[in-house]
């Protein structure tokens, strides 16, 4: 199912307004749960894809058996960007199509899982922990690449970690999901634990680096975005 979604009412338009909001939002983050247990229930990958000659941006929801990784039901949305490019604000790029996107689901979406950052941001309120909040889901955040904190040594075997650091404070971890192949970084978002979150990434990768939920929210994201220019 695709919907098309519009900028909402009120959203912020410069910096200015956007950091107000997080600072608004931010003593909402549930951090004392421990999170659904991987392999049980659903879990619901998200993901972004921009056209910015015609500044658009279509975001892809696939929900996936959280035992099987078997596709249960996938939904898209696409509308204009919503904010500019501002490091540390992606999040009100995104968030207007990725509602759009779960909003189109009928299926419960469980665990919600991010390409991006939840609390490992330099304003402890990334992606994951913003739709979060905004939501009420559980929710996390798998990135490709750091952002701003760095790490300890880190073993080559599957499943070594090492804490992403924000001085003295444990903020996310580094995950290796496959042997010798550069990690994943993994944070909270919302209503879930850290040990929890770096559990469902070590589930969701039985075959590759990245999780089946991102893998498969990117490639829906793009055909959406496709679909669109024939």
Same mark, same amino acid.
């Given at each position: 199912?695709?919907?098309?979604?519009?900028?909402?009412?009120?959203?912020?338009?410069?910096? #200015? /307004? !956007?950091?107000? +909001?997080? &600072? @608004?939002?931010?003593?909402? *983050? $549930?951090?004392?749960? =421990?999170?659904?247990?991987?392999?049980?229930?659903?879990?619901?990958?998200?993901?972004?894809?921009?056209?910015?000659?015609?500044?658009?941006? #279509? /975001? !892809?929801?696939? +929900?996936? &058996? @959280?035992?099987?990784?078997? *596709? $249960?039901?996938?939904? =898209?949305?696409?509308?204009?960007?919503?904010?500019?490019?501002?490091?540390?604000?992606?999040?009100?790029?995104?968030?207007?199509?990725?509602?759009? /996107?779960?909003?189109?689901?009928?299926?419960?979406?469980?665990?919600? *899982?991010?390409?991006?950052?939840?609390?490992?941001?330099?304003?402890?309120?990334?992606?994951?922990?913003?739709?979060?909040?905004?939501?009420?889901?559980?929710?996390?955040?798998? /990135?490709?690449?750091?952002?701003?904190?760095?790490?300890?040594?880190?073993?080559?075997?599957?499943?070594?970690?090492?804490?992403?650091?924000?001085?003295?404070?444990?903020?996310?971890?580094?995950?290796?999901?496959?042997?010798?192949?550069?990690?994943?970084?993994?944070?909270?978002?919302?209503?879930?634990?850290?040990?929890?979150?770096?559990?469902?990434?070590?589930?969701?990768?039985?075959?590759?680096?990245?999780?089946?939920?991102?893998?498969?929210?990117?490639?829906?994201?793009?055909?959406?975005?496709?679909?669109?220019?024939?």
């Amino acid at each position: 199912m695709q919907r098309i979604t519009g900028v909402p009412e009120g959203w912020p338009t410069d910096e #200015a /307004a !956007a950091r107000a +909001v997080q &600072d @608004a939002l931010r003593d909402r *983050v $549930v951090r004392d749960e =421990t999170g659904p247990a991987p392999g049980a229930g659903t879990v619901t990958g998200i993901d972004v894809a921009y056209d910015d000659a015609r500044d658009l941006v #279509a /975001a !892809a929801a696939v +929900v996936l &058996d @959280a035992a099987t990784l078997d *596709v $249960v039901e996938e939904a =898209t949305a696409v509308g204009r960007v919503a904010f500019p490019y501002v490091p540390g604000l992606l999040a009100f790029r995104e968030i207007p199509a990725v509602l759009g /996107a779960l909003e189109a689901l009928r299926t419960d979406p469980g665990l919600v *899982v991010c390409d991006g950052y939840g609390l490992a941001h330099p304003r402890r309120f990334g992606l994951a922990s913003h739709l979060g909040v905004l939501t009420g889901l559980p929710t996390m955040g798998v /990135a490709k690449n750091p952002f701003a904190f760095t790490h300890g040594a880190l073993g080559q075997a599957r499943g070594s970690a090492a804490a992403l650091l924000d001085g003295g404070e444990e903020v996310g971890r580094a995950l290796r999901t496959r042997d010798g192949v550069k990690p994943v970084y993994v944070s909270v978002g919302h209503r879930i634990g850290l040990a929890t979150a770096c559990a469902h990434t070590l589930a969701l990768t039985p075959a590759y680096r990245l999780a089946e939920t991102t893998r498969r929210a990117d490639r829906l994201c793009r055909d959406a975005l496709l679909g669109l220019t024939r």
